[in-house]
C-alpha cells in the first residue's frame, strides 16, 4: 500500500471559487506528479515536479498551478473554478535516479464538481 | 512518441473463467510497462510492471502479463476471474526517453458475472 495522500477526496464548489487540492507523500520521494482523469478516460499528466522548487507543466494543458516547497508536499491550485474543471484529479508519486525510479504510486484521487 | 492501445474498452467474463486484456505499445527505445487497476471510486494500484528482466511478470491478485517484443504487446492474464477482479485496467508505457513520463491506454472496464 503506498504512503500517498490526497484531501479533500470529494469536492463540490461553486464556480468563481479559488481551491487547493493537496497530495502528500511519505516515501521520500522525489518526483511527483499530477494527472487528471475524466469518466471512463485515461489519465493526462497536467504538472509534475522533479524535487523541491521543480514545477513543469505536464502534456495536457491546464489552467491550474502547483507548488514545491517541501518534498513531501505538492498542492494543486485553480484560481477560479469553473464546471470545465470537473473531474478527477489523481497526484502521484516516484523515486528519482533510484532502482524503481519508473514505478509511480497513486494516491485515492479528488472528485472536483465544480457547479 | 509512445502510445498505448487497449483494444477492448470492455470486457465480460463468468466467475472462475480466464480473463485477457489486450495491449498494444509503441515505443522509440526500450520501454517501462506497467499494468494497473482502478476500482470504482479508487486511485490506481500496480498489478505489475516490466523493466527488461523476465518477460513474463507475475503481479498481484494472480494476474500475469507476457512482454512480446516482437509483437509491441504486453497483454494481461488471469487463469481464473474472481467478482473482486471487476475494475477499469490501464496499460502504461514509460520511456526513459520520454523523462520516464507515463503514457496511458484507454483503459478496459472488466465486468464478471456470477
Known amino acids: 500500500e503506498a504512503d500517498i495522500y490526497q484531501t479533500p477526496r470529494y469536492l463540490v464548489i461553486g464556480t468563481g471559487k479559488k481551491i487547493t487540492l493537496e497530495c502528500s507523500q511519505t516515501m521520500g520521494h522525489d518526483k511527483m506528479y499530477w494527472y487528471q482523469q475524466d469518466p471512463g478516460m485515461e489519465l493526462h499528466l497536467i504538472h509534475y515536479s522533479y524535487g523541491v522548487n521543480s514545477t513543469e507543466k505536464g502534456d495536457l494543458s491546464s489552467e491550474s498551478t502547483v507548488s514545491r516547497i517541501r518534498t513531501e508536499h505538492f498542492p494543486l491550485t485553480l484560481e477560479s473554478a469553473r464546471p470545465s474543471h470537473t473531474s478527477q484529479y489523481l497526484c502521484?508519486?516516484?523515486?528519482?535516479?533510484?532502482?524503481?525510479?519508473?514505478?509511480?504510486?497513486f494516491g485515492p484521487g479528488t472528485r472536483l464538481l465544480v457547479l | 512518441a509512445q502510445s498505448v492501445t487497449q483494444l477492448d474498452s470492455h470486457v465480460s467474463v463468468s466467475e472462475g473463467t480466464p480473463v485477457l486484456l489486450r495491449c498494444n505499445y509503441s515505443s522509440s527505445y526500450s520501454p517501462s510497462l506497467f499494468w494497473y487497476v482502478q476500482h470504482p471510486n479508487k486511485g490506481l494500484q500496480l498489478l505489475l510492471k516490466?523493466?527488461?528482466?523476465?518477460?513474463l511478470v507475475k503481479g498481484i491478485n494472480g494476474f500475469e502479463a507476457e512482454f512480446k517484443k516482437s509483437e509491441t504487446s504486453f497483454h494481461l492474464t488471469k487463469p481464473s476471474a474472481h467478482m473482486s477482479d471487476a475494475a477499469e485496467y490501464f496499460c502504461v508505457v514509460s520511456d526513459t526517453a520520454a523523462g520516464n513520463k507515463l503514457t496511458f491506454g484507454g483503459g478496459t472496464r472488466v465486468l464478471v458475472k456470477p
Open positions: 516490466y523493466t527488461s528482466a523476465a518477460t
Open positions: 502521484a508519486s516516484s523515486e528519482y535516479g533510484g532502482t524503481d525510479q519508473e514505478t509511480q504510486y
